[in-house]
């Protein structure tokens, strides 16, 4: 075996370093703009530099990570504007894939959807906030994936991946029950065949103005920065 083979991080390796740092970007552990200590970050995992710099090449092209060359990679910023275009982005697939899942999706199929929003309740119990955001995303993808178009899908888990901590801060304010209402319906017009009324709905629950996604970014700030500050308190 030559040495560069043997050196070659297995597949199972980057994919847990990557899905490890994936959640580490996605919540915001590393401050928005922050450079990212690679040997720092290689102990803190128990990893070789190697498996971490493959992680981190991935989020960067995923853009869940910034690079800048020379200097390294970067947490992301926060950014309104780039979350405004995420959340117009996400409204026009999901639009765009419901017409389709009208042409495509058989009728048990979306009644499936319906049991789904049965089993899960309208109501968040004892539900965390996290828990509550991937109940949402789980909705969302189940109709997706009735477009038949993979491709599509693939791109709204990465759009929902860079928007999932903004969508925390909306979770915290939301009404599920009405939340739940609104897939409800829907899913019933998905059933009737009802095209103009689909497209209405997701343009409706999805849409987000400038000022609220301003807002839930003031408070997502405000959580990441008070966080350290209670956890320097504690050491």
């Not at 190697?50 to 853009?63: S, V, Y």
């Not at 992301?76 to 959340?87: A, C, S």
Request: proline share 3%.
């Amino acid at each position: 075996m030559s040495e560069d083979l043997a050196q070659t991080p297995s597949d199972s390796i980057v994919d847990k370093v990557y899905l490890q740092v994936r959640d580490m970007a996605i919540d915001y552990v590393f401050k928005p703009g922050e450079r990212i200590n690679e040997v720092a970050l290689s102990k803190t995992l128990g990893v070789s530099r190697t498996p971490l710099r493959e992680a981190l090449n991935r989020l960067n092209i995923e853009g869940l990570l910034k690079f800048s060359p020379g200097k390294g990679f970067y947490c992301r910023d926060l950014d309104v504007n780039e979350i405004f275009q995420l959340y117009e982005l996400r409204k026009s697939l999901e639009v765009s894939a419901v017409r389709l899942a009208i042409q495509r999706a058989g009728d048990e199929r979306i009644r499936e959807a319906l049991d789904f929003l049965e089993a899960t309740g309208p109501e968040a119990g004892e539900r965390t906030v996290a828990e509550l955001v991937a109940l949402d995303e789980a909705f969302h993808e189940r109709v997706m994936a009735m477009s038949g178009n993979a491709e599509m899908l693939r791109v709204l888990k990465n759009v929902n991946a860079r928007i999932r901590f903004v969508r925390w801060i909306d979770m915290r304010r939301a009404d599920r029950p009405a939340s739940q209402r609104e897939h409800r319906l829907l899913l019933q017009a998905l059933l009737a065949r009802d095209e103009n009324a689909c497209a209405a709905l997701l343009e409706k629950h999805i849409d987000r103005r400038m000022d609220q996604i301003t807002s839930a970014i003031r408070e997502g700030y405000a959580q990441i920065y008070m966080a350290g500050q209670e956890l320097a308190a504690t050491t």
